[in-house]
Nanobody, 128 residues
Framework: HVQLVESGGGSVQAGGSLRLSCVASGFTFRPSCMGWFRQAPGKEREGVAA????????YYGDSLKGRFTVSQDKDKNTVYLEINNLKPEDTAIYYC??????????????????????WGQGTQVTVS
């Protein structure tokens, strides 16, 4: 049973920081492209960051480089998204997603959310 569980969201003031977590289970026996996406009310889902659980480079949405950092702890089957200098426009539901049927992530992974087979329930981030 594949499961992704996000946590770490909340309400913060502009300029603050958050670290979101995504714990994966059910498919951790094979490397996967792990992505973070976000969706604000009335907007399309946006790719934020991606990391391949088997190692390799990280990727970020074009307008998001600098304030977002994706990382992983393989021992804990957990992927993290750290967001610094939060802005009101970062307000959204943040989703963790996994594609266990590829051998790598790429910059285009973030523009193809449909390629990700498994999704978490999301965690709300509200910045005021």
């Amino acid at each position: 049973h594949v499961q992704l569980v996000e946590s770490g969201g909340g309400s913060v003031q502009a300029g603050g920081s958050l670290r979101l977590s995504c714990v994966a289970s059910g498919f951790t026996f094979r490397p996967s492209c792990m992505g973070w996406f976000r969706q604000a009310p009335g907007k399309e889902r946006e790719g934020v960051a991606a990391i391949y659980s088997g190692g390799g480079p990280t990727y970020y949405g074009d307008s998001l480089k600098g304030r977002f950092t994706v990382s992983q702890d393989k021992d804990k089957n957990t992927v993290y998204l750290e967001i610094n200098n939060l802005k009101p426009e970062d307000t959204a539901i943040y989703y963790c997603a996994a594609d266990p049927f590829v051998n790598y992530c790429s910059s285009s992974s973030l523009s193809r959310p449909g390629d990700f087979d498994y999704w978490g329930q999301g965690t709300q981030v509200t910045v005021s």
